[in-house]
């Protein structure tokens, strides 16, 4: 059985950093278009680059084929250098031999992820890439949304 084919775009944003924060994501499946997104009132932007791809990850209903675009290099490096890896090797201390930052969040982006076979894949923030503008434009308009109410 052939998995279904997803591409995803997500994007994390904030205000100050730390500060209030937004992330987003928009899902592409055949014909099937699904945007997310939502608000941390405090926060920092890696946090919510983290936080659009473990949602968005989790909004699949079925193991599926992913191709996952970030403009995030701290999210794309840490699955394309091996980071994650040995990061769970050394027991979650970095090169530094301090605690990894966002421990949380990276297992549970590798729990979201376990059931898909995923390809991390790097696109040029704030540029021509439509979807990617989209995410930024929903993540901006989630921490507006949230600093009102």
Not at 18 to 26: C, I, L, Q, S
Not at 27 to 48: V, Y
């Amino acid at each position: 059985m052939s998995l279904r084919e997803v591409i995803i775009y997500t994007d994390g944003a904030c205000s100050g950093n730390p500060g209030p924060g937004g992330w987003a994501a928009v899902l592409l499946s055949g014909p099937h278009r699904k945007e997310l997104s939502g608000f941390d009132p405090h926060t920092t932007n890696n946090r919510m680059e983290l936080q659009a791809a473990i949602e968005a990850l989790r909004a699949l209903k079925y193991p599926c084929k992913v191709k996952l675009y970030s403009d995030s290099a701290y999210l794309i490096n840490a699955f394309r250098q091996n980071w994650l890896a040995t990061w769970q090797r050394n027991g979650w201390v970095n090169s530094k031999k301090e605690p990894v930052e966002n421990q949380d969040l990276w297992q549970a982006l590798l729990e979201a992820a376990r059931p898909h076979q995923v390809e991390w894949l790097k696109v040029q923030g704030h540029a021509d890439n439509v979807e990617n503008n989209r995410c930024d434009e929903l993540a901006r308009a989630a921490i507006a949304a949230g600093t009102k109410g």
